[in-house]
């Protein structure tokens, strides 16, 4: 059922935020804000103040409404710290928001006591079984909530710490191959948003969330070369500097609309996540019948064929822009190790090795 409001204004915002503003009765020149739109608690109380012509005051954060010393408010207190440090600058957006979706799940019954039973939290656990990651995830970040508050006085034990972990780490993403890249193209023609995404990663190594940023305005000229430099949002990683390199270039010219990132969304602006534009590269790899593959894949094969073309992990480094060593190696060591059992193959003697 739709309800109107008299006097309501809903005005969207360049950021994508709406604001909402009310006419006082009788005053239609005269505008008060207020902290919320319809469909929230405290929406009619703000609405009526401000018809009636007062301000009303602003929101109260959400572990005023928690039961104190519960683990919503735990959650709650946990949460506006973590905002607090987004706005800041100290912490990003993208973490705060798996740590809400992952502490969310404290919340179906929010009245309980601050300190849950560590055999609670394992049964939270095992009803995650089917996505054993998201389960250790969801443990580790009840953990980090837990020394936070052990910090600030507000408990005094852990009960996720000595937790095991459930998930097995495999091999990771499946790196892609020339041909998948030609099937992908095949599907996926120039001037198409998914061929420039393929392209940037592919001549670029980059992951998957700096789409979002990169564009003309990391282009510079050094010694007299044409090349991309910026700095990946992954914390802890190193700048990247490397050649504009012909096929990049001209991927990036033929799109008509042309925007402040090569990879342009909705409206021409950019993806406002990494998960956003990783949801929609998948749905391009599936669309090219490439399900299986992911964008991690393509910076995996890339770092692959570079060893495979005799890179030292030291050059790999400076291409994919890792911060360490051990990172980079990874890839150098699995491509001598094939070369020392191919020179080992060659000097045994079949016929004899077991006579």
């Known amino acids: 059922m739709k309800v109107d409001y008299p006097g309501l204004l809903v005005e969207p915002l360049p950021s994508g935020n709406t604001r909402y503003r009310v006419r006082p009765e009788g005053e239609r020149k005269k505008r008060i804000r207020i902290h919320c739109g319809p469909g929230h608690d405290d929406f009619q109380r703000q609405y009526l103040a401000a018809r009636r012509g007062e301000k009303p005051e602003p929101l109260k954060v959400a572990s005023d409404y928690a039961k104190p010393r519960s683990i919503a408010w735990l959650v709650s207190t946990y949460l506006e710290y973590l905002e607090a440090r987004v706005k800041a600058g100290t912490t990003s957006h993208k973490t705060l928001k798996k740590k809400r979706n992952l502490l969310n799940r404290l919340l ?149 609309i042309q925007g402040a990132t090569y990879v342009l969304g909705r409206g021409g602006k950019p993806f406002s996540s990494g998960d956003s534009m990783s949801a929609m590269f998948k749905r391009w790899c599936k669309d090219a019948g490439l399900g299986h593959l992911s964008a991690h894949g393509v910076r995996k094969g890339l770092a692959e064929l570079l060893a495979e073309l005799g890179c030292s992990q030291y050059e790999i480094m400076a291409i994919l822009g890792h911060s360490e060593a051990k990172t980079s190696e990874v890839y150098t060591r699995r491509v001598e190790r094939w070369k020392l059992a191919k020179t080992a193959v060659e000097k045994i003697d079949v016929s004899h090795a077991w006579g």
């Open 108 to 256: 179906a019954r929010p009245d309980k006591k601050m300190l849950i039973p560590q055999e609670k939290l394992i049964q939270m656990q095992d009803d995650m079984g089917a996505t054993p990651a998201q389960a250790d995830a969801f443990i580790e970040a009840v953990a980090v909530m837990y020394d936070w508050a052990i910090e600030r006085k507000h408990i005094g034990t852990n009960p996720a710490r000595g937790i095991k972990s459930v998930y097995e780490k495999g091999d990771g993403a499946t790196p892609w191959k020339a041909a998948d890249v030609r099937a992908f193209y095949k599907i996926h023609a120039a001037g198409t948003k998914a061929h420039v995404a393929m392209s940037v990663l592919l001549w670029t190594g980059c992951r998957i969330e700096d789409l979002t940023i990169l564009g003309r305005a990391h282009e510079c000229v050094l010694d007299g070369i044409e090349a991309l430099r910026w700095q990946p949002l992954k914390k802890g990683s190193s700048e990247v500097t490397m050649p504009l390199l012909p096929p990049l270039k001209a991927a990036t010219r033929v799109p008509k």
